[in-house]
């Protein structure tokens, strides 16, 4: 019995989202009385792979198979649901972002295992396991029972602070028995965006609504996230007018984003907006209409015009810097 | 060819959402129901494809897992378009039945193309596309932006952390869908109205199954604390209160 979690890589390196992982499952595996084994997928080094064991995990296995290079979503159930199978893990820990989606419905089915998807908490309780997960689109939460003998849980990102304790784990390399013509997707092409912190791993997120008036006007938004080391973002018709690149909308229809604080300058806070990014821990408000709903869900504001009210931040930030 | 489209019915997104019977279920008094936005853009791009004879397809069939009280989203659909509607009549509690039931459906009436949206407005649990792809023993493509088909061929552009890829996949095979898959949902015309009315909504009779999960109940989100406003005149005190209080910067 153990709890496995799947620690995701980029490019043969994890990332916070991947300790948040190992840190969540292996306060699971206390709860539930057995220890966490973290799984990776891809050339990871092994002084890469110790990370997770800081994190918590007491045994980590790592899969370097060439058929699992790309993601394939049935090559890599059929891998990690044999590993689950030969360690007998009774809870698997995923994350809720594109890979974990692609593979954690198919492991519910392939194990007969009931998915709490999107949790952003520990299990209410053991016996019987409850999760807590987002529903509504954010406007409210649900307390759900899993009734399986196998429990799959996603969890949200940033959701889970990292936990760091002295650890020694032990590493294993292993081979899956996974057949090549399993694998049915091939990639042609791929397209990077480098250089740029990414929406989602931001913690701090400056995003700019219609209320910015026109595309030429992103300077000291821009600016300003530079200054926080931020990412920047945009409401839905900001990018449907190409004022700003697709990859930055945010919302129901576009990235669903929780960091640390949320500056959301000249957004209305419409119920699809906030859906993708309620979940932050702080937000914060522009916007020259005292009454805009985006008031309803900030914990700052400022009622004013977008325009001067940047410039200010970014010298305010700026004179902070400098002390 | 012939792609599958699956659609849930959906509160409108700009529902207030209420409980009732102890938090236990939806208060419906007063909601819309809508195609699941995802859906409807799935849809919109499964007719885009129908449109150019190049690509190769030849029919769009919309599916629902849903009692008859559902069928006016269905007939929603056939006004936008699909040639012909499935609902199994059945109320689903959850994912896994939902998909048991597809699966079902699929397995006795093939399609080459199955798209499922990324997630529900509802219970956004983003699994009933990958379950069924599982059930079905295809191949699924989560987190698709792009779907091309010609002469029969797909090409589709998924989303990856950092950046985009284009895959090829064999066919029959699971697309689940988000945003850029279609620009804007296409709208029922007043013809597609009047043509909807006689196209077939085929009902079919579920299998049994049991469900993984339970719910036990909703909880409303609590309020947050109320917003604290800074003067405009003095905006560096916001940046001081994100130092010293929130403790964010
Ligand atoms: C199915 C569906 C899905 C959707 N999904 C999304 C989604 O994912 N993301 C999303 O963002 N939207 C989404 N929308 C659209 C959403 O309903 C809103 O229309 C949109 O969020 C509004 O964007 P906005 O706040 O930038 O613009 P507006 O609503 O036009 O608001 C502009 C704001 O700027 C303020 N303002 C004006 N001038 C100034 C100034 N000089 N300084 C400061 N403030 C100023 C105004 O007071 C106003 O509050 C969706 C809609 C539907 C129907
Ligand atoms: N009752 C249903 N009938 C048909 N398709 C559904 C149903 N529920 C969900 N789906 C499909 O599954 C997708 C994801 O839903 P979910 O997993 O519930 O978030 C939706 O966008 C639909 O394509």
Redesign the pocket.
Known sequence: MSVLVFAENWDGNFKKLSFELVSYAAKVAEMTGTTATALSIGQVSDDELKKLGNYGAKKIISLKSDLLKNLDSQAYTAAIAEIAQNEGAKIIVLANNNMGKSIAPRLSVRLKAAIGSGTNKLPQSIDPFVVYRKVYSGNAFAHVKLNSEIKILTLMQNSFDPVETANEASIEEREVSIDGALVKTQVKDVQKQTGKLLLTDAEIVVSGGRGMKSPDNWGPLVELADLLGAATACSRPVSDEGWRPHEEHTGQTGKIVAPNLYIAVGISGATQHLAGVSASKYIVAINSDKDAPIFEAAQYGIVGDAAKILPQLVNAVKEVKAK | MKILV???NVPDTTTKVKFTDNNTKLDSTGVQWVI?P??ELALTRALELKDNPASGVKGVTV????PASSEPTIRKALAIGADDAIRVNFE?TE?YQ?ATQ?AEVIKNEPFDIIL?????SD???????SMLAEFLNAPSVSAVSGLNVENGEATITRDIDGGKETVSVQKPFVAIVQKGIAKEPRIAAMRGIMQARTKQIKVVEPVGVSPLTELIEFEPPKPRAKCIFVDAENPKQLIELLQNEAKVI
């Open positions: 699956c659609i849930s699941n995802w859906d599916a629902h897992v849903g689903p994912a939902v597809l499922c949206g990324i997630e529900s219970y956004n649990g983003s699994t009933v596309g």
